[in-house]
């Protein structure tokens, strides 16, 4: 700082000191974005601007990287790069040799980058228990973020985090559903997308690789068969094996086969013998 920079703070110290509206121009300060959110490591621009008619000098006073991008008198348009932590600045203009300033915070986000779907088990018969669960690693805040769980086109979940707290975390969502046969026609996915448009960002999305399910068994609910139901045991493999048993006439059951099912194809099941029995007993 030169000498005469120096003197100039200090007179402006003691101008805000002792004589406030000593029947100067007011003049305001004014920056814009007010609140930026900026992309881990990304740039942004930065409007300081004064209603000063003749201010004498203006800037941003900060330790990132900057340049100007454009000068007029009333405003400055500055460039922040690198912005690797949330940090505070601060815009400034001398008016008639006061200071005016305005200080402003930036914060980061961490736009979700990688999605990843696992669904568990990958193979699950039909009426079955399935697990899909999302991982988002690394995003911040998560209150902007919103995580889907998708089957082809169709919503199966959606979740909506909370929290501004600007350290990247993981944001994960398990949903479990009973395995339909339609399941093994579409393929899974889970898609992670961040708004933080209230901000001034735009939105982000990302979405994971899609995944199959794998279902098995038989197509048909043991409801339906004829007799008592309720000796079946609630799990609906169990019900498949009791059927089949059933079917054979509750012998020497054949190859306890159970068919990969894809819905498009039960017209065309090659049955074994005794999974046919099965079907006329249960009306197929
Ligand atoms: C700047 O704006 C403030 C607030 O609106 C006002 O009080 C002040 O008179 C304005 N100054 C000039 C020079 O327009
Ligand atoms: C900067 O802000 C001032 C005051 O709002 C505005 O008049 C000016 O057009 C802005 N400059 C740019 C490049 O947006
Ligand atoms: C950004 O900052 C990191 C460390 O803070 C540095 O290693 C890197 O070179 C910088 N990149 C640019 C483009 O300035
Ligand atoms: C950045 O944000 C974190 C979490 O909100 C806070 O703890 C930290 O002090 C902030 N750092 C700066 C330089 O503002
Ligand atoms: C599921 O995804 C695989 C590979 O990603 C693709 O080959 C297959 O056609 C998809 N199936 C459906 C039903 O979209």
Redesign the pocket.
């Known amino acids: 700082m030169s000498p005469f920079c120096c003197w100039g703070l200090c007179v402006a110290f003691l101008a805000l000191l002792c004589c406030p509206g000593s029947g100067e121009e007011a003049f305001e300060v004014?920056v814009?974005p007010e609140q930026p959110m900026v992309k881990h490591g990304g740039s942004q621009v930065i409007?300081c601007?004064t209603n000063c008619t003749k201010p004498e000098n203006g800037g941003l006073e900060t330790s990132l990287d900057k340049i100007v991008l454009?000068d007029s008198p009333?405003?400055k348009?500055f460039m922040i790069f690198n912005v690797s932590q949330n940090s505070s600045m601060r815009c400034f203009f001398w008016c008639s040799r006061k200071q005016g300033s305005k200080s402003l915070n930036v914060g980061l986000y961490y736009p979700p980058k990688q999605v990843l779907l696992k669904l568990q088990p990958t193979r699950v018969a039909v009426g079955s228990p399935f697990t899909i669960e999302c991982r988002v690693p690394s995003v911040a805040p998560l209150e902007g973020l919103t995580v889907t769980l998708l089957r082809g086109s169709e919503v199966l979940h959606s979740q909506t985090f909370e929290g501004t707290a600007l350290s990247p975390q993981e944001a994960m969502v398990t949903y479990s559903a009973e395995a339909q046969l339609e399941d093994s026609s579409h393929n899974f996915s889970c898609q992670a997308k961040m708004d933080l448009r209230t901000r001034g960002v735009k939105v982000v999305d990302s979405v994971s690789d899609s995944q199959a399910l794998e279902v098995f068994g038989e197509g048909e609910p043991p409801e339906e068969v004829e007799g008592d139901s309720s000796r079946f045991s609630p799990s609906e493999e169990e019900k498949a094996i009791a059927l089949l048993s059933a079917g054979s006439g509750g012998g020497s059951h054949g190859p306890a086969l159970v068919p990969r099912l894809p819905s498009s194809a039960v017209s065309s099941l090659e049955l074994s013998p005794s999974s046919q029995s099965l079907c006329k007993t249960t009306g197929w």
Do not use: P
């Open positions: 004014h814009s409007n601007s454009q009333q405003w348009l």
